[in-house]
């Protein structure tokens, strides 16, 4: 063999070893055995490419890995009951690191709900993926409560697989309704304002529309309500002590918000620029907790903040020994969102109020422009793909922020950066009590927030400029729709800015939205009528019918044979075709004498009193304020005590029997309220306590009112009570739960009582009372008249201690004299009573009852929120459905 043939050979051979190599190489690198810095070495020994390809390479196996990640993340959890019983165990031994000897009934609970989170998570993700290759715009909800419930329920029927979770669970020894039971209430909320904005989370998503919600993730809720000595005492209501597994912290979103300080003006190239310098600063961080939609795989996101300092620990206080100082701005900052609703009598409360307030919607506004600023779009375009609703007064601080971020951090001029926080916001009123139409200090408001201050200032200034050139040297009316009150202090009217600021403001009743334009904003309305709409409030049936009351939802789908009701309660109108079979009747009374009984269960573990179910259950359930009238009722009880108690053998015989239920939070600080609670839970004492009465009438105050005892109380009603003063309510909620629910009611021509009325039918509900304007009649006029004999009858009974001391009694009573009754109770007893006695009567006939509360139901699809957020969307934020399809996600690199 000669050496050029030998060497030759070698050559050949050493291009095989290089082939070999190449193949391994990429072979490793497929299957992930290597990392890319490995293969270049390979493929540099190899020969095969140069040191300018390894970029490319590399680029090409990201691409490979991240394909490879999304193929993997692409798979669904199964939703087949041996698989869920092994999510379930997984938690239980790896999240929570518990034994098969170790677990009790709240870890079974914990790792059930985040088992169900994960599968919450999965669509989450996916849908906001899809949100942001659609390109689609998207609504802001921000409110200050959202007061969502227990979770787990929801979240299982909403996904569709709350049989299987049932069947999963037992077979590992658990009951789901009692681990269900286990979940603590979320306290994000105090009443109908946070129950609103759950009911509009759970329709946006399940209609798919491209929505987020913004609140504050407080760590103790309003408070847990006790009844001792039948006094409301007030307890901590620390909700997160155990932990929320519905939540995701999110430590890789967090914003600066700041305090205090002062505003710098500098000159840079003949131009003017502010500065906001100095002072305070926290730190927000965003927790997200998943909202599913029924029936699809849309899943829209909550985003509450929680306040930090911006350093955890002072080292350096620490290390010279002042301890105390180390950990105090952490102290001071965590403060900020630990209660809902701070006291605000005090000027420190006021204070913690306001920087509640500017904390939550200043995350907010960078959490949105950060998001807006990833779509590399001119910062004009903004309304295009933003709507932000302000939900009540409360975010309203959000206007002049918006402002400043447009022309101290984006460059925009005045005119540019106003028209577009115009077309951004729009504002929803919830109420016509001067307290609730928030005003704060300008001193407070200088000191605080020294640049917003300014900006307000600048806007109220424009706005005026614009008002008179309408109504040319009219002081009057300049000064009413001054943003800044003149007193001392001046205050900041932040309704006025909220309307000023705003495209479209919007009531929550058609006669709230009345109101709004002519008592509250009457001149703002003449300068700008088309800016006013009405959207009437709605809920969602899902929560209320589906998950409150399982006994009267299979009923519905058995005879109207599909479950399609569930989102779109139109079909539910046809139930009235079976009016006339005594099978459907039959089945709906069943229901309700089920719910009845359930709501007695309660009421005896709680009390020890047996109540009859066959008998009439009058119940009155929301925040106790003397405008929703509470005393009426409660004098109405008294009324209905003596009456029996005087009635011989003969006439107790035709006298309807009565389970009467009141549950509510009277404010901490709302002496009133909280007497109106002694009383009843004085005369609670008195009936029940009374062997005369027997089972014609019982009443119980039911403690700390919350989403899951209205589930359990809403389904047993007969008769609810939604009895404000005529003009005061904007809309209630609670109407709409009760009536969805074959609860007929007792109510003023008030709030959306008027639409229900309009909708059921004036047969179908029981009206009593003056209306709005003869309340403001009645108001203007103060004349003296002579109360009812009842009513004095009933007066004389207080006053002589029966029920409660003189100590509590005597406010109440003052509150009775004509021409101290402003909530108009002694003019309106008279005709409740005539509304009690034509609810008896109605009653009595137990065939013609269940007619009324079936044609009630059949009419509600207008009360459901499904309706309420269609009409926001299409009216205000101008957004559509985007509903996410696994197919559509496209995997980009």
């Known amino acids: 063999m000669d050496k050029n043939k030998r060497t030759l050979s070698f050559q050949d051979l050493g291009k095989q070893i290089v082939l070999i190599i190449y193949g391994l190489s990429s072979l490793f690198l497929a299957k992930g055995t290597i990392s890319p810095s490995e293969s270049r070495f390979l493929y540099s020994v190899s020969g095969t490419t140069s040191p300018q390809d390894w970029k490319t390479i590399e680029e090409d196996e990201q691409l490979r890995r991240k394909s490879l990640l999304y193929s993997l993340m692409s798979q669904y959890l199964s939703r087949d009951v041996a698989s869920i019983e092994r999510y379930i165990v997984d938690h239980v031994e790896h999240t929570l690191a518990r034994t098969r000897f170790n677990f009790d009934k ?53 996904l569709g697989i709350h049989d299987q979770y049932r069947e999963a669970l037992k077979e590992l020894g658990f009951d789901l309704s009692t681990l269900e039971d286990e979940e603590p209430e979320p306290g994000l909320g105090n009443g109908g304002l946070g129950r609103l904005a759950a009911c509009y989370m759970d329709s946006l998503a399940t209609l798919n529309y491209p929505v987020w919600g913004y609140g504050i993730r407080y760590q103790y809720g309003m408070f847990e309500q006790k009844i001792k000595d039948g006094n409301q005492i007030e307890i901590p209501d620390f909700w997160l002590a155990k932990g929320n597994p519905w939540e995701m912290q999110r430590l890789d979103v967090t914003y600066p918000v700041q305090f205090y300080g002062n505003v710098i003006v500098t000159n840079k190239d003949g131009k003017l620029q502010v500065h906001w310098e100095g002072g305070q600063m926290v730190r927000a961080i965003a927790y997200d907790i ?175 400029e614009c008002v008179s050139q309408m109504f040319p040297n009219d002081e009057q009316i300049l000064e009413n729709v001054s943003l800044i009150e003149d007193g001392f202090p001046k205050m900041v009217r932040m309704a006025s800015l909220a309307v000023v600021g705003s495209h479209r403001v919007n009531g929550v009743a058609a006669l709230h939205s009345e109101l709004v334009k002519k008592q509250l904003f009457p001149h703002f309305a003449v300068m700008t009528p088309d800016k006013f709409l009405n959207i009437t409030n709605g809920v969602t049936p ?65 009390f020890g009193f047996q109540v009859d179910s066959n008998a009439l259950f009058d119940i009155q359930v929301k925040r106790i304020h003397e405008y929703k009238r509470q005393l009426l009722n409660i004098l109405g009880v008294i009324h209905r005590y003596l009456f029996i108690k005087q009635s011989d053998t003969e006439q107790r015989k035709s006298i309807v029997p009565r389970v009467v239920v009141f549950a509510g939070k009277a404010a901490a600080s709302y002496a009133q309220a909280k007497r109106i609670i002694r009383l009843i839970n004085g005369v609670c004492s008195v009936v029940n306590n009374d062997p005369s009465i027997g ?26 009570q939604h009895i404000s003063t005529a003009g005061m309510e904007a809309s209630g909620t609670s109407n709409m739960k009760f009536v969805m629910n074959g609860g007929l009611i007792l109510g003023t021509m008030d709030g959306a009582n008027i639409e229900i009325l309009e909708n059921i039918g004036k047969e179908n509900i029981f009206i009593f009372g003056l209306n709005s304007d003869q309340v ?40 009775l004299i004509p021409k101290n009754d402003f909530y108009m109770i002694g003019r309106d007893f008279p005709s409740y009573l005539e509304a009690q006695d034509a609810i008896d009567q109605a009653f009595k006939n137990r065939k013609g009852w269940i007619k009324k509360t079936v044609c009630a139901m059949a009419r509600v699809y207008y009360f459901s929120s499904d309706r309420a957020v269609e009409q926001y969307a299409q009216k205000i934020w101008n957004i559509e459905p985007a509903p996410f399809i696994p197919s559509t996600i496209s995997f980009k690199d």
């Open 776 to 815: 403001l009649d009645a108001r203007k006029r103060n004349e003296e008249f002579q109360l009812d004999p009842r009513l004095e009858k009933v007066k004389q009974e207080i006053a002589n201690g029966t029920f409660c001391n003189q100590k509590v009694a005597e406010p109440i009573l003052s509150c």
């Open 106 to 158: 709240f870890d079974a609970y914990l790792a059930t709900a985040l088992s169900v989170r994960d599968r919450l998570i999965e669509s989450w993700n996916d849908t906001q993926q899809y949100f942001t290759e659609a390109g689609v715009k998207r609504a802001y909800y921000l409110s200050m409560e959202f007061l969502m419930g227990r979770q787990l329920q929801n979240a299982l029927i909403n």
């Open 290 to 464: 998943p909202v599913p939609g029924f029936d699809t795989y849309n899943v829209l996101n909550l985003r509450l903040w929680s306040s930090s300092p911006p350093e955890e620990f002072d080292l350096e206080a620490f290390n010279r020994g002042d301890y105390f100082s180390s950990i105090g701005e952490k102290q001071m900052a965590e403060k900020l969102t630990s209660v809902l609703y701070p006291n605000d009598s005090t000027e420190a409360g006021k204070e913690l109020r306001l920087k509640q307030q500017y904390f939550f919607v200043s995350a907010t506004l960078q959490d949105i422009m950060r998001r807006f600023k990833k779509l590399q779009l001119p910062i004009q375009q903004l309304v295009n793909k933003a709507a932000i609703q302000l939900n009540d007064t409360h975010p309203t601080i959000a206007i002049p922020e918006l402002l400043r971020l447009l022309i101290d951090k984006e460059g925009l001029g005045w005119e540019e950066a106003w028209d577009l926080t115009v077309q951004t916001f729009s504002y929803t009123n919830h109420t016509v009590l001067p307290e609730a139409l928030e005003k704060w200090p300008v001193p407070l408001m200088e000191r605080l927030l020294p640049r917003h201050m300014q900006i307000i200032y600048e806007i109220n200034r424009r706005h005026l």
């Open 542 to 606: 899902r929560r209320w019918i589906l998950e409150a009351n399982p006994a009267l939802s299979s009923v519905f789908t058995r005879w109207l044979e599909t479950d399609d009701w569930i989102t779109d309660t139109r079909l539910l109108s046809q139930l009235e075709q079976f009016q006339e079979s005594d099978d459907f009747l039959r089945q709906i009374e069943e229901a309700k004498r089920f719910n009845k009984q359930q709501l007695a269960l309660r009421i005896s573990q709680l």
């Open 695 to 720: 089972d014609l009438l019982k009443v119980f105050f039911l403690p700390n009112y919350n989403v899951s005892l209205a589930e359990e109380i809403i389904p047993a009603s007969d008769i609810s």
